[in-house]
T-cell receptor
Framework: NAGVMQNPRHLVRRRGQEARLRCSPM?????VYWYRQLPEEGLKFMVY????????ESGMPKERFSAEFPKEGPSILRIQQVVRGDSAAYFC???????????FGPGTRLTVT | AQKITQTQPGMFVQEKEAVTLDCTYD???????LFWYKQPSSGEMIFLIY??????QNATEGRYSLNFQKARKSANLVISASQLGDSAMYFC?????????????????FGQGTILTVHP
């Protein structure tokens, strides 16, 4: 039973480029959370999605960041025109529902040069 | 709003000894859950233990136990018989009870973490 998959594991982008981070939830899970971990800090909630719906995006920066979870395929976190401050580890977690345990993926380490 | 505080940036322990990692929290929610996660140097987040705010007994999972003191709003993690492989970053986290009618939708709030180093 495969766990939560994230790819790529490491991503390097130059300032101004776009970053696309993918998250495939565990089988049977239709809820996805995205968290960001800045260097030397704890994880901070960004967005919560169910299939085809954004439920809570209260932690998303107002500009350049977007997320989707289509009916088919992985959840995508998209960062447009990346800046150095976007360098961080981005984790997704999946669950069967918001009252169930969240299982974390291995994370994507984004480095902006 | 929920807040988690971990006041120990780093802790050291001798192998085979016990260690306590501190966590205090602040919330106005009557029902909530508390979690501990381990993050080794490889970076993944490993779930260790969970405590519900209405649980009568402290949670235990193998060598991990959670010292839950509701009145003090503390949820300290106790690791018994430390092993070299326990060296990692440890995060305390909480969430509002998703079934309590709020709008947190189960999102987790994390503390800053404590780096634990186990010496041989």
């Amino acid at each position: 039973n495969a766990g939560v998959m994230q790819n790529p594991r490491h991503l390097v982008r130059r300032r101004g480029q776009e970053a696309r981070l993918r998250c495939s939830p565990m089988k049977g899970h239709s809820h996805v959370y995205w968290y960001r971990q800045l260097p030397e800090e704890g994880l901070k909630f960004m967005v919560y999605l169910q299939k085809e719906n954004i439920i809570d995006e209260s932690g998303m920066p107002k500009e350049r960041f977007s997320a989707e979870f289509p009916k088919e395929g992985p959840s995508i976190l998209r960062i447009q025109q990346v800046v150095r401050g976007d360098s961080a580890a981005y984790f997704c977690a999946s669950s069967r529902g918001y009252s169930y345990e969240q299982y974390f993926g291995p994370g994507t380490r984004l480095t902006v040069t | 709003a929920q807040k988690i505080t971990q006041t120990q940036p780093g802790m050291f322990v001798q192998e085979k000894e016990a260690v306590t990692l501190d966590c205090t929290y602040d919330t106005s929610d009557p029902s909530y859950g508390l979690f501990w996660y381990k993050q080794p140097s490889s970076g993944e987040m490993i779930f260790l233990i969970y405590q519900g705010s209405y649980d009568q007994q402290n949670a235990t999972e193998g060598r991990y136990s959670l010292n839950f003191q509701k009145a003090r709003k503390s949820a300290n993690l106790v690791i018994s018989a430390s092993q070299l492989g326990d060296s990692a970053m440890y995060f305390c986290a909480m969430r509002e009870d998703p079934n309590a009618g709020g709008t947190s939708y189960g999102k987790l709030t994390f503390g800053q973490g404590t780096i634990l180093t186990v010496h041989p």
